[in-house]
T-cell receptor
């Protein structure tokens, strides 16, 4: 199965700073790359995704970049706010595949 | 309505009890999922239903029994659980399983049921 790792596992930043989380995967057939945010007491929610024919996608303060050759993609959050504090999961996926493997997770803490 | 609802929010049961978890969505999604999430771990896929048929069972013990009565509902029947089964059980849905581009791949998650087995 897919081997998915995230780094770092925990990240603390001051409010207003940027945060970057990297996801490394093993299955070269993966072609859909979402990031999920899980707040305390809630289920994961999709915040941004990218497909393999695109190298970068931005949505306001968050962006995702993809390096398919190196098999990694990253989540970028700029101007962080306390409400960005959560656990973030990547979940690289091959359309039509049987399974969705979540990464190991990154706990982001934004310090006011 | 882009919400997936799950009941109950919390459940405490003994090892000899029988209980059920319920999940409901009204987005017209035809794929529904059960995940198990232990503390500080990522969700792990248990079952996938596609068009009301079980399409994936990730080698889950038979003490967990899924059921999909219709396209909007998904149940997880629990019987003779073990303390190590205590976890957050998440339900999710998507427009379809697999497929090509578009929004078919996005999974919408419910808030989960926090299960404690004594």
């Amino acid at each position: 199965g897919e081997n998915v790792e995230q780094h770092p596992s925990t990240l603390s930043v001051q409010e207003g700073d940027s945060a970057v989380i990297k996801c490394t995967y093993s299955d070269s057939a993966s072609n859909y790359f979402p990031w999920y945010k899980q707040e305390l007491g809630k289920g994961p929610q999709l915040i941004i995704d990218i497909r393999s024919n695109v190298g970068e996608k931005k949505d306001q303060r968050i962006a995702v970049t993809l390096n398919k050759t190196a098999k990694h993609f990253s989540l970028h959050i700029t101007e962080t706010q306390p409400e960005d504090s959560a656990v973030y999961f990547c979940a690289p996926y091959q359309t039509g595949a049987n399974n969705l493997f979540f990464g190991t997770g990154t706990r982001l803490t934004v310090i006011p | 309505d882009t919400e997936v609802t799950q009941t109950p929010k919390h459940l405490v049961m003994g090892m000899t009890n029988k209980k059920s978890l319920k999940c409901e969505q009204h987005m017209g999604h035809r794929a529904m999922y059960w995940y198990k999430q232990k503390a500080k771990k990522p969700p792990e896929l248990m079952f996938v239903y596609s068009y009301e048929k079980l399409s994936i069972n990730e080698s889950v013990p038979s003490r967990f029994s899924p059921e999909c009565p219709n396209s909007s509902l998904l149940n997880l029947h629990l019987h003779a659980l073990q303390p190590e089964d205590s976890a957050l059980y998440l339900c999710a849905s998507s427009q379809a399983r697999g497929g090509s581009w578009g929004t078919q791949n996005e999974q919408f998650f419910g808030p989960g049921t926090r299960l404690t087995v004594l």
